[in-house]
């Protein structure tokens, strides 16, 4: 290719370069080039991390350009949500029929209307996809699909774990092309593990050395078991999700409620621990640092809000031999034993738990605590305000009060989160 028409190409494709020129082509470019430029084509391509993003595998199609570009290349890509504040749209330099593709993995997913319109996909670099190139993005649903999920979750995924994938909602996961293409090209990146069609895995098998090939196949027999190829996919031995590091407490802990109320398999049963544990370690760290302790083991009382995640926090944080639940006298009782007992599981865990019935007033909160020998309490008393009813948090603040044992009361996650309780602080009755 003639060196000006080289040229060209590098000013459109800007940090995409160091992804797609074959090495031929890349050497005739440097002999054109000095100083930063030199160092824009020797950057190595750095699979991204953040929540939302993913790196598709594309094969070269062949056309005029062809011949410098490389047999397979990376594409990194990003959801972004352009409902938040913070997040600002930059301009999109993709093809028309990779927006059309990413349009359908969010119908498949289920989110349509107004929350559709916020999802957006760009490059997760600089550059853009000069619109002659001949490409075809039907094997980029799969990574798409996974990356949107997560996005949503705003958790990441371990970057060096890839996927390709077509997809039909009649026949499920469906085969590709340029396998072994792909295969050599994910290798370059430094990827560990491929996700493809259980279609492709025998082809792919003969030619992944020092790489992992997995095989994707799921019937497809409603447009919602596209959820079945992620929880494969972002389950256990899949993805390697970790929530993203960079996500401030507020963030994380809103996730893990949405997770954990929502019974979200793909998430609250492989992170929801995982997540507890970190919050509460940093919320007894902020305590510390404003000269409190938090204390732990004795007796726990919760006022039983229906947040599953905000009593587990309370849990893992205060680690209590002995649970005192506010419960209504329905069905939330048993709820709560049953969503205690799983943790406890879990966990390894022993502690007793004991159920104080209301039918939703303070005066009969009050009583039913009031009926609790004193002497089967443990110290301390941990009095748990959970940001919940406030009437229910004046019937545990006023018989801790009444208590002849060491009683301490906490709001939990709102006093070391950045949450805004519900309760009133100023008119709680004091400990």
């Given at each position: 290719m003639?060196?000006?028409?080289?040229?060209?190409?590098?000013?459109?494709?800007?940090?995409?370069?160091?992804?797609?020129?074959?090495?031929?082509?890349?050497?005739?470019?440097?002999?054109?080039?000095?100083?930063?430029?030199?160092?824009?084509?020797?950057?190595?391509?750095?699979?991204?991390?953040?929540?939302?993003?993913?790196?598709?595998?594309?094969?070269?199609?062949?056309?005029?350009?062809?011949?410098?570009?490389?047999?397979?290349?990376?594409?990194?890509?990003?959801?972004?949500?352009?409902?938040?504040?913070?997040?600002t749209y930059k301009p999109n330099h993709l093809p028309e029929k990779l927006h059309k593709l990413a349009e359908k993995v969010k119908y498949e997913l289920g989110i349509q209307d107004t929350q559709s319109i916020n999802w957006r996909l760009q490059l997760a670099i600089?550059?853009?996809?000069?619109?002659?190139?001949?490409?075809?993005?039907?094997?980029?649903?799969?990574?798409?699909?996974?990356?949107?999920?997560?996005?949503?979750?705003?958790?990441?995924?371990?970057?060096?774990?890839?996927?390709?994938?077509a997809w039909d909602p009649k026949s499920g996961v469906q085969s590709i092309e340029g396998v072994e293409a792909k295969l050599s090209e994910a290798k370059r990146l430094g990827a560990t593990k491929l996700f493809v069609p259980t279609e492709n895995k025998v082809e792919a098998d003969l030619v992944a050395e020092g790489i992992k090939v997995v095989g994707l196949e799921v019937e497809a027999r409603s447009r919602a078991n596209i959820k079945l190829v992620l929880e494969k996919l972002l389950g256990e031995g899949g993805l390697d999700r970790r929530p993203e590091?960079?996500?401030?407490?507020?963030?994380?802990?809103?996730?893990?409620?949405?997770?954990?109320?929502?019974?979200?398999?793909?998430?609250?049963?492989?992170?929801?621990?995982?997540?507890?544990?970190?919050?509460a370690e940093k919320i007894s760290a902020n305590a510390r640092n404003a000269?409190?302790?938090?204390?732990?083991?004795?007796?726990?009382?919760?006022?039983?809000?229906?947040?599953?995640?905000?009593?587990?926090?309370?849990?893992?944080?205060?680690?209590?031999?002995k649970v005192l639940a506010l419960c209504t006298k329905d069905l939330e009782g048993e709820r709560f034993k049953e969503e205690f007992k799983k943790h406890l599981d879990r966990l390894g865990k022993t502690m007793d738990l004991e159920i104080?019935?209301?039918?939703g007033t303070y005066q009969e909160a009050l009583r039913g605590l009031q009926s609790i020998e004193s002497a089967?309490?443990?110290?301390?008393?941990?009095?748990?305000?959970?940001?919940?009813?406030?009437?229910?948090?004046?019937?545990?603040?006023?018989?801790?009060?009444?208590?002849?044992?060491?009683?301490?009361?906490?709001?939990?996650?709102?006093?070391?989160?950045?949450?805004?309780p519900q309760v009133n602080t100023e008119t709680l009755v004091r400990v």
């Open positions: 003639p060196m000006s028409q080289l040229m060209d190409l590098f000013q459109q494709l800007n940090e995409l370069v160091s992804w797609w020129l074959s090495p031929a082509a890349t050497h005739q470019l440097k002999s054109g080039l000095t100083g930063e430029f030199i160092n824009k084509i020797n950057k190595a391509p750095a699979l991204p991390t953040a929540p939302g993003s993913c790196t598709i595998l594309l094969v070269n199609k062949g056309g005029r350009h062809s011949k410098v570009l490389r047999k397979a290349f990376g594409l990194p890509v990003t959801w972004i949500n352009s409902a938040e504040p913070e997040i600089q550059g853009q996809v000069p619109k002659h190139f001949q490409l075809s993005f039907e094997s980029a649903f799969i990574p798409l699909a996974a990356s949107l999920h997560l996005a949503k979750e705003q958790a990441a995924c371990n970057p060096t774990i890839l996927s390709t994938g590091l960079t996500a401030t407490l507020q963030q994380r802990s809103d996730w893990l409620t949405r997770s954990l109320k929502r019974r979200d398999p793909l998430f609250a049963q492989h992170y929801g621990d995982l997540v507890l544990k970190e919050l000269g409190e302790q938090v204390p732990s083991g004795g007796t726990l009382v919760l006022s039983i809000t229906g947040e599953t995640a905000v009593t587990l926090l309370s849990l893992e944080l205060f680690k209590p031999q104080v019935e209301h039918n089967s309490l443990l110290e301390p008393v941990i009095c748990d305000m959970q940001g919940g009813r406030k009437d229910f948090s004046f019937a545990i603040a006023s018989w801790a009060k009444s208590l002849k044992c060491q009683t301490s009361s906490w709001l939990v996650p709102a006093r070391y989160v950045d949450r805004t």
